[in-house]
């Protein structure tokens, strides 16, 4: 069956990268998403990316893919105040529903 | 703003009762999904419709039911309420089934039972 593990918090200093790690187990995902949530609000799209890419860099965010070994890892740059926040990792097939992993809480210390 | 508005934002209600939420998804969206939220089993798929039909039903209860209307926006029924109800409530929207990449989530409804 589906499924998509993350670890549960991380803590980094402002101004230092972020790098939260995602697995997941179906390889026959074709989208891989990183979505943020910030206390009390909805689920904000933050990046994906296709299962045939690498990579992918979008300002201060890259998203990388080990299509082998099944992981994927968002890196956020500077990492800022503003950043705390739980990140979910999101598998998904041709538009089927998404499976989320259970959210790293991004805690930034000043 | 997602573009996808969720009502109420709040709910608080008693056991037993039944609530609706609306979900009205972005203008042009034809495909909605409805997750659940909640401490213990995080974010979990409830059920898919796309244009009126239903798609894809995840792990919905069965006191729990949903429709899509002609209108597109969409309504998710909770019955005989449970104190472990209790959760967030998201919808989401697509522009359609199939080869779509991005799907927006709603502000979610918070739903309590006392």
């Known amino acids: 069956g589906e499924d998509v593990e993350q670890s549960l918090f991380l803590s980094v200093r402002e101004g230092d990268s972020s790098v939260i790690n995602c697995t997941y187990t179906d390889s026959s995902s074709t989208y891989l998403y990183w979505y943020k949530q910030e206390p009390g609000a909805g689920l904000q799209l933050l990046t994906y990316i296709f299962s045939n890419m690498d990579m992918k860099q979008d300002q201060r965010l890259t998203v990388l893919l080990n299509k082998k070994d099944k992981h994927l890892s968002l890196r956020i740059a500077d990492t800022q105040t503003g950043d705390s926040a739980i990140y979910f990792c999101?598998?998904?097939?041709?538009?089927?529903?998404?499976?989320f992993g259970p959210g790293t809480r991004l805690s930034v210390l000043p | 703003d997602s573009g996808v508005t969720q009502t109420p934002k709040h709910l608080i209600t008693a056991t037993g009762q039944r609530v609706t939420l609306r979900c009205s998804p972005r203008?042009?969206?034809?495909?909605v999904y409805w997750y659940q939220q909640s401490l213990d089993q995080g974010l979990q798929f409830l059920i898919q419709?796309?244009?009126?039909?239903?798609?894809a039903k995840g792990n919905i209860l069965e006191r729990f039911s949903a429709q899509q209307f002609p209108d597109l926006h969409s309504e998710l029924n909770l019955s005989s309420l449970e104190l472990g109800d209790s959760a967030l409530y998201f919808c989401a929207s697509s522009p359609r089934t199939g080869e779509n990449t991005e799907a927006f989530f709603g502000q979610g409804t918070r739903l309590t039972v006392v």
């Open positions: 999101a598998e998904r097939y041709y538009g089927q529903n998404f499976v």
């Open positions: 419709y796309y244009n009126g039909e239903e798609r």
């Open positions: 203008s042009g969206d034809l495909s």
